[in-house]
């Protein structure tokens, strides 16, 4: 069955980055995208970027720009999104999810927290 | 951007009523619309896509329609297991857009 496995929750310093990760399984990896997505209780869901698996081309939402980094690393299935100069607002949940048209398979989140 | 007004933001109803819960978007998307349903603590789960579609092992009570501009997702025979928060995204044009979603309390 098709999954994606975030990791885990971070702790993160006012200035500083994150990466985290999905690995996918049950699927062929690069037949979809996968694109990432930010929670949080005030602004809801909002769309970062995708990343096209197979070519490793990226998308950004232009709010996103410069805060997130999208790779992929096509041997071991998984997909990284590096946060950058982290400030509270940053703070949220970040779902990974299967990019096909709309978003079909999500992650299981990951706990962004950023706090001195 | 397209922005995602969706309606109403909450919703008490009891067990085996019909509820319904509107998108409204800030410009035609051509039924590119999924509905999802999020609990607690847990991921969102697709229900509905292409307006109409309904996502494979999703109940037949679920189920949407809308063209243009409005949407609409309708929930019929309320059971327990269906309190959550529900919310639309439009994948018809980057940057995908989300409503803020409905929160459905079953009294």
């Known amino acids: 069955q098709v999954q994606l496995q975030q990791s885990g929750a971070e702790l993160a310093k006012p200035g500083s980055s994150v990466k985290i990760s999905c690995k996918a399984s049950?699927?062929?990896?690069?037949?979809?995208?996968i694109s990432w997505i930010k929670q949080t209780t005030g602004q809801g869901l909002e769309y970062i970027g995708y990343?096209?698996?197979?070519?490793?081309?990226?998308n950004y939402n232009e709010k996103f720009k410069g805060k997130a980094t999208l790779t992929v690393d096509k041997s071991s299935s998984t997909a990284f999104m590096q946060l950058s100069s982290l400030t509270p607002d940053d703070s949220a949940v970040y779902y990974c999810?299967?990019?096909?048209?709309?978003?079909?398979?999500w992650g299981q989140g990951v706990m962004v927290t950023v706090s001195s | 951007d397209i922005q995602m007004t969706q309606s109403p933001a909450s919703l008490s109803a009891s067990l085996g009523e019909t509820v319904s819960i509107e998108c409204l978007a800030s410009?035609?998307?051509?039924?590119?619309l999924a509905w999802y349903q999020q609990k607690p603590g847990k991921s969102p789960q697709l229900l509905i896509y292409?307006?109409?579609s309904l996502q494979d092992g999703v109940p037949s009570r679920f189920s949407g329609s809308g063209s243009g501009t409005q949407y609409s997702l309708k929930i019929n025979s309320l059971e327990s297991e269906d309190a959550a928060t529900y919310f639309c995204?439009?994948?018809?044009?980057?940057?995908?857009?989300f409503g803020a979603g409905t929160k459905l309390e079953l009294k």
């Open positions: 999810a299967r990019h096909d048209y709309y978003f079909d398979y």
């Open positions: 049950g699927y062929t990896f690069t037949s979809y995208y």
């Open positions: 990343i096209n698996t197979g070519s490793g081309g990226t």
């Open positions: 410009e035609d998307i051509y039924n590119n």
């Open positions: 292409y307006a109409s």
């Open positions: 995204l439009q994948d018809s044009e980057y940057p995908y857009t």
